[in-house]
């Protein structure tokens, strides 16, 4: 693909984002990385939706502009952060998607094993800490995150996504609203059901069978709670981050090898088990008492 078609595919994902109604006024912005210092990127006042190639820029990996007509977006310090942490990350698309925006706002966790399209594509979503947009400080909001994820939620502004390709960039951002809309929906109904343990799992062996990873599987989180946010669950004291309109998924932790599991004998996993009871029946009360 050359420079022109790069910059047509970008006005067209510009154009996908504010059709979709995840960018108001001049909100959002997109790169791609062509060399080594050199990155292609929206220019700020401008709406998604009506850009022309002309209207692009170019910057160098310190946010220095080399080219264009417009000024770069005032957030490409977010997009420069993410390649430099992911090398081989190509594309980058920032907008203010209004259904995981409001999780944003809430701050509150996605749930996971809910939607089969969700683990495979996009697994556990961190929410980051607040900082006021277009610093660096801002941009360093991601770092803790972006080595595990392929698509972040910004605290009280928008999502972040990053792919090889601007359209992959631009996919996690599209499946993860279309998600937090159904959660939306599900819980007006009533309810949301998870998966079973087993199902999980297999869903986590068809993903590392397609190719893509995810950190449940990594060495180290063999006894993590599949379902339950627990990649990023520590970061939550930092970012604020509570589980209040969902209720909580059923503990979902490995058995003990053996006849019997640590849990029959009362043994360490009996007294996490128990705690994990008591919490998510704590939560499911306090989520009541404020209904």
Known sequence: MNLHQLKEEICDIGRRIYQKGFAAGNDGNISYRLSENEVLCTPTMISKGFMKPGDLCTVDMNGEQLSGRRKRSSEIRLHLTIMKARPEIKSV???HPPHATAFAVAREPIP???LPEVEVFLGDVPITRYETPGDQAFADTVLPFVAKSNVIILANHGTVSFGETVEKAYWWTEILDAYCRILMLARDLGKVNYFTEPKARELLELKTKWGYSDPRLSPGMENCD?????IFRASWAQTG???RAFDPPP???????GS????DAGG???AVDQETLIQTITERVMAALKK
């Open 112 to 114: 996971q094993c809910v």
């Open 260 to 263: 019997g599991s640590a849990a």
């Open 251 to 257: 503990p979902m932790k490995p058995q003990a090898s």
């Open 268 to 270: 360490p996993t009996a």
């Open 241 to 243: 981050v509570d589980r």
């Open 93 to 95: 698309v920032h907008c």
């Open 226 to 230: 599949i379902c339950a946010n627990d």
